[in-house]
């Protein structure tokens, strides 16, 4: 090898190294001040400590949510004792119906440990645009009320707050734990 084309290689290597990762920037939630189950006030700040599992979603949903939860539940079961350095954290998209006491009576059928976040709806569509959550009330005439038509992405931070990976509603438990064990050590 030359001395030219080993400058060449070496030209390459640096060049490679310098271009940034090809995944488009994950949304980071900023500052923000939510209620949680028990009607007190949930700081962003309160994210940090541990790896939270962040979605949205709201307690009426006839699918997604209630999928989603049992999904979080067969999680912490697999996590084991790590399951104690993370928390799920549930925002509604529906702060009019999800009062802090109705997400604490649903939250409490399900054996994991989760903040529940309502907030007033001008705190939760902000929120939600922090992190590029879409939602909308569709209109229905049956007894059931409306439905929220809703983002079903799931955000994983690290613990100090910090967007790390985002999962589509398709993610196995598997592909949940795997993105959790990335940020454990
Ligand atoms: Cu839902």
Redesign the pocket.
């Given at each position: 090898m030359t001395r030219r084309t080993i400058l060449a290689a070496l030209a390459v290597l640096v060049g490679g190294c310098r271009r940034a990762p090809t995944e488009p920037a994950l949304p980071q939630g900023g500052t923000f001040t939510l209620v949680d189950q028990e009607g007190r006030p949930f700081s962003s700040e309160a994210l940090k400590g541990r790896i939270s599992l962040l979605f949205f979603?709201?307690t009426t949903?006839p699918d997604?949510?209630p999928v989603t939860l049992a999904k979080l539940t067969a999680v912490t079961n697999a996590l084991g004792k790590d399951a104690a350095r993370t928390r799920v954290v549930y925002v509604t998209v529906d702060p009019a119906r999800d009062t802090p006491a109705v997400m604490k009576a649903h939250l409490a059928m399900y054996p994991i440990e989760a903040v529940g976040l309502s907030g007033t709806a001008d705190a939760i569509a902000d929120v939600a645009r922090r992190y590029q959550v879409r939602y909308e009330v569709e209109a229905t005439t049956s007894k059931a009320g409306y439905f929220v038509a809703?983002s079903t992405m799931m955000y994983v931070l690290d613990a100090t707050g910090r967007t790390r990976h985002r999962l589509r509603y398709e993610a196995t438990v598997a592909d949940v734990v795997a993105a959790v064990r990335d940020l454990l050590d």
């Open positions: 979603g709201y949903c997604v949510c809703h």
